[in-house]
C-alpha cells in the first residue's frame, strides 16, 4: 500500500475545514436574506385554481377571432378559406383548388 505524502491528511483537514465554513456562510445569508425579505419565500406564481375555465375562456375567444377572421376574408376576398388550429397564430388558410392538368 502506498505512504500519504506527509502534509496529505493536513491538506484534507483544512479542505473539510474550509467547506463546512463555506457551508456556515451560506446558511447564515440565506437566513439573513429570509429574514430581510419575508416576502421573498411566498411563490410569485399561483397555483392554477380555474385553470379548465381559463383555456376554456381561452378557447372561446379564439373561435371569435377565427370566425370574425373568416367571415372578414369571405366578405373581401373571392376565395375560399378555412379555419385552423395553429399555435402560430394561422387562424383561417386559403384553400386552393386542385385543377385537372389541360392535356
Do not use: C
Amino acid at each position: 500500500m502506498a505512504a500519504n505524502p506527509p502534509g496529505q491528511g493536513f491538506q484534507n483537514k483544512n479542505r473539510v475545514a474550509i467547506l463546512a465554513e463555506l457551508d456556515k456562510e451560506k446558511r447564515r445569508l440565506i437566513q439573513s436574506q429570509t429574514l430581510n425579505n419575508p416576502g421573498a419565500s411566498i411563490p410569485l406564481s399561483r397555483p392554477a385554481v380555474n385553470k379548465e375555465f381559463r383555456d376554456q375562456a381561452e378557447q372561446q375567444h379564439i373561435a371569435a377571432q377565427q370566425k370574425a377572421a373568416l367571415q372578414h376574408a369571405h366578405a373581401h376576398s373571392s376565395g375560399f378559406f378555412i379555419t385552423q388550429d395553429s399555435s402560430f397564430g394561422n387562424l383561417i388558410l386559403p384553400v386552393l383548388p386542385r385543377l385537372d392538368p389541360l392535356e
